[in-house]
């Protein structure tokens, strides 16, 4: 049994952080690499969507935690993905793995200890989202429910646009909200430094106090 663990949405200034694990019979991943699954991020998202159910179908378990803006703003964005892959890997043992491979980010000494307190092997290295298919498949897990979170968003706000900050469609919205003296909304990560520049009043330079 091998899982395969990935984010989608370190980087946006608006919404959750996805962390997705997806467990999967060794002999399989073959199967997976036919079907197409490679990393999220050189696929459009119809081609993810269609993939999301042919890994829901062909994995033995999938796991996923949200990490929502208000903890990123307040703690260290690489210990709150470690500490989300940490829980996955505790979510999936009874599978019994055999290896763990994560897409490496930061210092990955966290993870690396707990799977060896395990007796797992631990494969953390970079880009394992596109070398590796269990990750490829995590990436794609996490990346379409990340894309449903931004839908979510969209259907009461408007069109926030992709909630990245080289996006001028969401810079514009965070300024016009700004500008309006509207209180910056929930999704909104405020320790994100451009808000400095477009909305000061959002953004949080210290860490620990967390309010609207």
Known sequence: MIIG??????????????VA?????????DKLKDKGVRDSKA?????????FYEIVEIASAFSVVKVQPQEI??????SLTYQAVNKIISSMLYLKPNRVTVDKVGRETEVIVYLNLLGIEANVVHQADVNFVECS??????????????????????????????????????????????PPPPFLR???????????????????????
């Open 190 to 212: 405020r320790s994100w430094k451009i808000l400095n520049r477009i909305a000061p009043n959002y953004y949080l330079e210290k860490r620990g106090v967390w309010s609207w």
């Open 43 to 51: 696929l459009s998202r119809k081609s993810r969507e269609k993939l």
């Open 137 to 182: 498949a995590a990436s794609i897990v996490a990346k379409v429910i990340r894309d449903k979170e931004i839908d979510k968003i969209k259907e009461k706000y408007g069109d926030v646009g992709s909630g990245y900050p080289s996006d001028e469609k969401t810079i514009n919205w965070i300024s016009k909200i700004h500008e309006k003296g509207e």
């Open 73 to 78: 703003d307040l703690n260290n964005l690489n």
């Open 21 to 29: 694990g997806v467990a999967i019979e060794e002999s399989l991943l």
């Open 5 to 18: 663990i990935d984010e989608a949405g370190r980087g946006p200034i608006i919404g959750p952080m996805i």
